[in-house]
């Protein structure tokens, strides 16, 4: 009884009440998809190679079938870049693999190097068809084909013996098409050896090639390459002249090949 008393001694009890409040206002904003976030670009990854690869392909020519190249570091990371070009030419009754046996790949210069088949390299240059094709067909393909700076100063040719002769022919005789040729040991073609005279003096002085001229000392072509470089120096024709001790071979070749492929680079850095 004392708990009913004191219950009904205390006030009646006040029911609780909420006062009601608006809703929150419904956002406009509309969420974006997934799909069309902006998502920042990534940085590409620097490329780190420090080897270049060499390719091998075929080529349609009887004259001129197939041809190696060598892509430097780096060349399948930007689409964009282009390179400077060296064709480099083989001796005869050889193939387009020699200046690979020589250690192209070691030297990992930055820039391509192609090295045409030249296939019947024993043949007067009258008897074949690899010189028009080269200039002609050849060049124009891989200029198309590959990621090369067109620009004469962008552009060189070289060779060793038979290839030496080539080089100097096209270096004369296209100067508007090479920038640098480099002969080295180079075997004169008879048919060319009378025409070097008139062949300089038609070059405009602004479009003079630089020239690389080397032997060694027991080529058996030794006083003609040497009557080469006295005729430039005759006409104040500047050229880099290098006798060294050695045989028209490929040991010497080998023993000279990152001095020829530094004097290519330095026209080109």
């Given amino acids: 009884m004392a708990i009913l008393a004191w219950i009904s001694a205390c006030q009646p009890l006040t029911p609780i009440t909420s006062t009601p409040t608006s809703p929150p206002p419904i956002s406009t904003t509309t969420?974006?998809?997934?799909?069309?976030?902006?998502?920042?670009?990534?940085?590409?990854?620097?490329?780190?190679?420090?080897?270049?690869?060499?390719?091998?392909?075929?080529?349609?020519?009887?004259?001129?079938?197939?041809?190696?190249?060598?892509?430097?570091?780096?060349?399948?990371?930007?689409?964009?870049?282009?390179?400077?070009?060296?064709?480099?030419?083989?001796?005869?009754?050889?193939?387009?693999?020699?200046?690979?046996?020589?250690?192209?790949?070691?030297?990992?210069?930055?820039?391509?190097?192609?090295?045409?088949?030249?296939?019947?390299?024993?043949?007067?240059?009258?008897?074949?068809?690899?010189?028009?094709?080269?200039?002609?067909?050849?060049?124009?393909?891989?200029?198309?084909?590959?990621?090369?700076?067109?620009?004469?100063?962008?552009?060189?040719?070289?060779?060793?013996?038979?290839?030496?002769?080539?080089?100097?022919?096209?270096?004369?005789?296209?100067?508007?098409?090479?920038?640098?040729?480099?002969?080295?040991?180079?075997a004169i073609f008879h048919q060319d050896y009378t025409k070097l005279d008139d062949w300089l003096e038609k070059i405009p002085t602004d479009n003079l090639p630089r020239i690389y001229i080397d032997t060694g000392d027991k080529d058996p072509d030794y006083i003609k390459i040497a009557a080469f470089s006295s005729l430039l120096a005759e006409k104040g024709i500047p050229h880099k002249w290098r006798l060294y001790a050695g045989m028209h071979d490929e040991v010497y070749w080998r023993t000279h090949l990152p001095e020829y492929l530094d004097w290519y680079g330095e026209a080109w850095k």
């Fill in 31 to 186: 969420n974006t998809p997934w799909s069309a976030l902006t998502v920042p670009p990534s940085t590409p990854e620097k490329c780190t190679e420090t080897r270049g690869q060499v390719q091998g392909h075929v080529f349609d020519s009887v004259a001129l079938p197939s041809f190696q190249i060598y892509l430097p570091p780096c060349y399948d990371s930007n689409n964009e870049k282009h390179y400077p070009i060296l064709y480099l030419l083989h001796g005869a009754n050889y193939a387009d693999d020699q200046w690979i046996r020589l250690g192209i790949e070691d030297e990992a210069p930055f820039y391509i190097i192609v090295m045409p088949h030249e296939k019947y390299s024993l043949k007067s240059i009258d008897e074949t068809e690899f010189g028009r094709i080269f200039i002609e067909e050849f060049i124009p393909y891989i200029d198309k084909n590959y990621q090369t700076l067109t620009n004469t100063k962008y552009r060189a040719i070289g060779g060793l013996s038979r290839g030496g002769g080539w080089a100097i022919h096209y270096g004369l005789t296209h100067w508007g098409t090479f920038g640098s040729f480099g002969a080295h040991s180079p």
